[in-house]
Each structure stands twice: as C-alpha cells, then as structure tokens.
C-alpha cells in the first residue's frame, strides 16, 4: 500500500530528538513517513490552529482558554523535557565563564555591554577577558525556547519582568542585538560573531561544540549543563495542574535553571483521523522506547505519570463521528 505520510510543523527545541525518533520508528514501521517543518513554536501553533498539520509542537504550552479558542479544539501533550543554555563565542575563553543570573538579565537589557565588566570578571577570577563589545543574539521567530528563557529572566530580574516580560516573541531591549532564526540560525550567529552570547536548546550547542556558560541556579550554586543537573530541575516538577509546569528557576541545589518542557498539539476533532491515530501512536512508541535516546541528545524522558495523564487526554482525540481514533494501550 502507499507510504502514509504524517505532517508536523513548529518547534526547533525538540527537532534533535524528533528526528532521531522519526529515523528509528521507519524501521519499525516503514510504511508511514513523518515529515516536520522546525518552524518555532509560534509557527506550529498557527498550522495546527490552521488545520495544515497533522500535529503541532510548541515549548510554551497552551493555556485553557487558548486551547478552546483554537478552531478544532485543541489538545496539548508533553512529550519530553530539555534544557536551554547560554551560549557564547569569546576566543580565548572555550568554556567555563560563569554568569550570575541577574547579570544574564542585565546583558539581554542591554545594561552589561563589554565582556570585561567588573560584574563578569569579579565571578570568573583568572579568566582573560576581552574588552569587546557583547553581541546579543535572540531569536527572531516566535519561539517557545524564547518563552522558557525570558520566562527565566522574569523571575531572576525585576526590571526584566516590568521592561520586557515572558512570551514566545518579546521586544528585546539592547540596541547591540541581533536576530535568529530557529536555533539553529541563533547557533550559526552566535558561531559566527566574535563577543556573541545567544541561548540556544542544549542539544544544538553540543552538537555545534559551540561554549556554554555556567549558570548561578535558584540555590545560588554555579551548575553546568548535564545529564544530572537537568534530571535534578525535571524532578522538581509537581505536574498537578494537568500538563501546565514551567521547570525555570527550581529549588534543587544541583538544579539546571533553565530547562522546559515541549508540547505536541493535535485537535480533538480529527478530520483525516488516520493521521491522527498515527501521531497518537507514533509519541506512544517514544514513550515507550524512546526514553535512552532522549537521554543520550541530553533531554529528560517523561516520567510515568505523565504518561498516564497523556494517556487519558488522548481518548479525547476523535472522529468526526465522534469515535476515538486512539486504539490504546
């Protein structure tokens, strides 16, 4: 029979790990062939809202009255967890620098504007640092990375959360400052421009061997980017408001502060239901198995009970007759 083909659009946080699930399902099923677009969250809000994608993904999730409002009706389901860093290219400094978060804060204002200020240099003694002009580099698009960092920034710094806010695109303050596309066009700026500093998924730095910082978390301890530090901001996840939990900025002394979850959208009333079961199943079998290659692109798997609750969402995924096109467990 011909190849089914299944269509998502949206965001670039979790295309690493995306990808590797889709190239490792065809070999289980060859008969269906996913195809995502890395778009940003706001473009794949606007094509699953649209009806043009089978299923949409988004870092920023969706509260009750957006989901209703979306024509079609609108479920959301977490489907992993990651982690963004702070991202730089100072030659001389390859990695290591530690930011404070409120000093993050003030460079993305645009407040910090050399990289041998007395605030960077007093937190990295020994450290050379240039007397270069930073570079900031945002993303251009509307981005759910862009919601969990300035959701961060909001928390760390007042003047953030009165001047600039939390969304998936902002008005960024500094006049030094340039845009990307995806993360991957803030990987390729940030690469590029000598003084840069961008924030990108994890995923994309580390495949780009591109310098990260060490950040200051909410127990005031400079942590690097793991394994360990993005388990520890995932464990602090309570998950009892159904699938709306922001993992910025938690308490855990060991705990990564800026990590998210990401989200696929798929509407509740499907009208080529086909597709539908298949997008169901296809997140069902990376539930399932997809939990140590998430691990090894350094995202953090879904714990259990998330999985049931995303479950349980999905019996609500129908046809237009009103039957389920999820054919469970």
């Known amino acids: 029979s011909a190849e089914m083909l299944v269509n998502g659009a949206g965001a670039t946080f979790p295309y690493p790990i995306y990808s590797k699930w889709f190239s490792e399902y065809a070999k289980i099923d060859p008969s269906v062939k996913f195809n995502y677009q890395s778009i940003g969250s706001g473009g794949g809000i606007k094509q699953i809202t649209a ?26 389901i977490p489907t992993v967890m990651g982690a963004v860093v702070v991202t730089y290219n100072l030659p001389g400094v390859a990695k290591g620098l530690k930011l404070k978060s409120e000093d993050v804060a003030d460079i993305f204002l645009g407040k910090i504007t050399k990289w041998n200020d007395k605030r960077i240099a007093d937190d990295n003694p020994g450290v050379k640092l240039p007397n270069d002009p930073i570079i900031v580099v945002h993303r251009s698009d509307g981005s759910g990375t862009t919601f969990i960092f300035t959701n961060y920034l909001s928390k760390v710094s007042d003047e953030w959360k009165s001047k600039v806010g939390e969304g998936t695109a902002v008005q960024w303050a500094g006049a030094n400052s340039t845009g990307g596309k995806g993360n991957e066009g803030v990987s390729a700026f940030v690469q590029r421009l000598n003084g840069a500093i961008g924030y990108v998924e994890y995923a994309y730095a580390k495949q780009n061997k591109m310098s990260y910082a060490v950040m200051q978390n909410a127990a005031g301890n400079f942590v690097s980017p793991d394994d360990a530090t993005f388990k520890a901001a995932a464990a602090g996840a309570e998950w009892k408001n159904g699938f709306y939990e922001i ?31 298949e997008v169901l199943k296809f997140f069902e079998w990376a539930y399932k198995n997809g939990g140590k290659m998430a691990e090894d692109l350094d995202y953090v798997a879904m714990p259990d009970a998330v999985v049931k609750l995303a479950h349980s969402a999905w019996g609500n995924v129908k046809d237009a007759s009103g039957k389920s096109v999820w054919a469970g467990k």
């Open 247 to 277: 993992l910025t900025n938690q308490k855990g002394k060991d705990a990564w502060p800026i990590s998210g979850a990401t989200f696929i959208l798929v509407q509740k009333t499907q009208d080529k239901p086909a597709q539908g079961a």
């Open 51 to 76: 009806g043009t994608v089978d299923f949409g993904a988004s870092d920023k999730f969706l509260t009750d009255a957006e989901l209703k409002a979306a024509p079609g009706k609108l479920i959301h």
